[in-house]
């Protein structure tokens, strides 16, 4: 038989995969981006720019290298915006650490606590009769941390109707055991 409640928290375990994966593509991208300075710059003593790119494009000898090197300001561009989203991703993912989701058995209620800001608390609570599917997102770091997104299908029956509703419940540490013990 099962326990009355069941708790499912947020911890930086079931972080983990999402931060490792977020913190390779930063790195990725301030290479890649060195890498396109140093070859920048060694376009620019080749050619002798040495004041200013804008002075160069109006008498350039060659077109080749004002192709070249847009196209490297144009991937230094990208690799600034891929490294931004990398570290406004990351800060999101500490959202998910005090994250709590209690299914009492018992009252047959789902109580979902997370915050949303800082000093942002959001409670949602609901009745379920029985929870009929489980399903676990997994992408490859977050296999390699054994963590992942939880998707809990729920059937609430009113005096009226009946309603299938889900919950995901995403940065979970050990998915496939908390799984388990919800079927």
Do not use: W
């Not at 928290?9 to 977020?22: E, M, Q, Y």
């Not at 890498?35 to 350039?60: R, T």
């Not at 406004?88 to 949303?116: A, C, G, Q």
Request: proline share 2%; hydrophobic share 45%; with cysteine.
């Amino acid at each position: 038989m099962k326990a009355n409640k069941h708790s499912i928290k947020g911890s930086f375990a079931g972080i983990s995969g999402d931060l490792v994966r977020n913190i390779l593509i930063i790195m990725v991208n301030v290479l890649i981006n060195i890498v396109c300075k140093i070859y920048k710059n060694s376009l620019y003593k080749k050619h002798n720019i040495s004041s200013s790119f804008l002075e160069y494009l109006i008498n350039f000898d060659d077109l080749s290298v004002v192709i070249i090197l847009a196209v490297i300001n144009l991937v230094v561009i990208i690799v600034y915006i891929l490294i931004i989203s990398a570290i406004i991703k990351t800060i999101s993912l500490f959202y998910h650490i005090p994250r709590n989701v209690v299914i009492d058995y018992e009252n047959n209620k789902i109580i979902d606590t997370s915050y949303s800001f800082f000093i942002i608390k959001n409670i949602d609570e609901n009745k379920y009769n029985e929870i009929i599917n489980v399903n676990i997102e997994q992408g490859l770091f977050q296999r390699m941390f054994n963590t992942g997104t939880l998707y809990i299908e729920y059937v609430a029956n009113t005096a009226v109707d009946s309603q299938l509703r889900h919950i995901e419940i995403p940065c979970i540490a050990n998915p496939f055991m908390q799984k388990n013990k919800l079927i």
